[in-house]
């Protein structure tokens, strides 16, 4: 107290402060709040790397769209490419096709392309330019064909009998390492099969069975079965028929139709009943073909009960006959002389709505002309005409040839000026 005492002061000492208003009580309540600003800069601090990070995975998100966008722009572009360059390639082929078109048609002055012309063009342009193609995927990066392609330009040129184009494919393959497979070999033996070079048929087959990773399946075995049984080689059909079932390759209904369809053919009516007996105990569900095969061949017997019967249970079935159905059915009843049976298909016919072709009204003016019945043979050329049908040469032959057994000469030449005056321009496309 003397120590403070003694202290001089000059002045009167100064009042206390006033009383600390309401309002600043507050504030200084709101001190602690201040006084714990360590925590919310460390509140800050989280905050500011919340947004980074947002950032941060906001640019990568940024980042990943536009390698997707240039991803997307390069796909683009490359599809944009590939297209200019199919349609540059169809600019070509259509170019091409018609100057050789153009090249067929002849002189100026021909009046008439005819189909066979556009067709043998069509078919010329199709085999050099997939053959053109075939040598330009080699030369293009990242493009080299493979054994599909080579399997769809070796179907190509069998079509056009390009049998040495085929060998020069089939040379190619091998001089690229690419092996032929189930679907290379069954086009070519079915090819060579249909144009009856067994030779060639034979070595595919044995060149395909030496193959390790090459197997025949039910296509092999149903060409090999077609070639031989079409040819009339009976015996050999059924060799090859026990071999590929003993390998076990079983047959399906296409196995079936060609049996039956060579057995007919061939005149065995006991084994082509066998087949369907064998088909009726495993329930091997008939088509169009089945009936089609065994009606033609009933008829061609001359076992009018039986085709009809068939005919009748083809209807019951729900399978629709067709032309060739209608075509078998003419036939039968023309060698048999059955004109009534002829005029109730015509009937049937009216009530229908299948699509006739020239070939089932060549087999109408074949029976009426066996018949004798030339009346109905000249209308058949009226319901030609109101069908959309036009004659060709078969039927100008066919009706040529029943005149002149009959020895009516008059007709003959009346036909025959038929035939120069307009019927010849309009069937020289038709021979068959």
């Given at each position: ?53 947002r ?6 998100v ?45 002189p ?5 392309l ?120 009976i015996?050999?059909m ?19 139709n060609?049996?039956?369809?060579s057995?007919?053919k ?69 060698q ?58 078969i039927t100008?032959?066919?009706?040529v ?16 000026a ?15």
């Amino acid at each position: 107290m003397a120590s403070l005492s003694s202290t001089p002061y000059p002045h009167r000492p100064p009042p206390p402060p006033p009383p600390i208003p309401t309002r600043q009580c507050k504030t200084q309540r709101a001190r602690p709040i201040r006084a714990s600003s360590s925590a919310s800069d460390g509140a800050g601090e989280l905050s500011v790397t919340d947004g980074a990070r947002r950032r941060s995975r906001s640019g990568a998100v940024d980042a990943e769209k536009l390698r997707e966008r240039e991803a997307r722009e390069r796909k683009e572009e490359v599809n944009r490419k590939i297209a200019s360059q199919k349609a540059v390639s169809v600019i070509l082929r259509r170019e091409a096709t018609k100057a050789l078109i153009e090249k067929k048609r002849g002189p100026t002055n021909s009046r008439k392309l005819l189909p066979r012309t556009v067709l043998e063009a069509l078919h010329e342009r199709i085999t050099a330019l997939r053959w053109e193609s075939a040598l330009k995927m080699k030369s293009t990066r990242g493009c080299q064909p493979d054994v599909h392609t080579y399997s769809i330009l070796i179907k190509s040129c069998l079509q056009v009998f390009a049998y040495d184009k085929v060998q020069d494919l089939l040379s190619d393959m091998e001089a690229e390492g690419i092996k032929p497979n189930t679907i290379t070999y069954n086009t070519l033996i079915d090819s060579y099969g249909k144009a009856k070079m067994f030779a060639e048929m034979e070595s595919r087959i044995a060149e395909m069975l030496r193959q390790p990773d090459c197997e025949p399946d039910v296509w092999t075995m149903n060409s090999t079965l077609r070639a031989f049984g079409g040819s009339g080689q009976i015996g050999t059909m059924e060799k090859c028929y026990e071999k590929f079932q003993s390998a076990g390759i079983q047959p399906n209904i296409r196995t079936f139709n060609i049996l039956l369809d060579s057995f007919a053919k061939a005149g065995n009516y006991e084994k082509m009943s066998a087949v369907m007996e064998y088909m009726q105990k495993y329930q091997y569900s008939w088509t169009s073909v089945t009936y089609n095969v065994l009606i033609d061949a009933f008829g061609r017997a001359c076992d009018l009960k039986q085709m009809e019967h068939l005919f009748r249970l083809m209807q019951s079935e729900r399978i629709k006959p067709n032309c060739v159905t209608l075509c078998s059915l003419v036939r039968a009843y023309g060698q048999t002389g059955k004109a009534d049976k002829i005029k109730g298909v015509l009937r049937f016919i009216d009530n229908s709505d299948v699509m006739l072709d020239t070939v089932f009204f060549n087999c109408l003016v074949d029976a009426f002309g066996r018949m004798e019945c030339f009346a109905e043979m000249k209308d058949v050329l009226e319901m030609m005409k109101q069908k959309g049908c036009k004659p060709d040469k078969i039927t100008y032959r066919t009706m040529v040839k029943a005149y002149s057994n009959s020895g009516m000469m008059s007709h003959v030449k009346e036909l025959q000026a038929l035939f120069e005056s307009g019927w010849k321009s309009s069937t020289e496309d038709g021979e068959v």
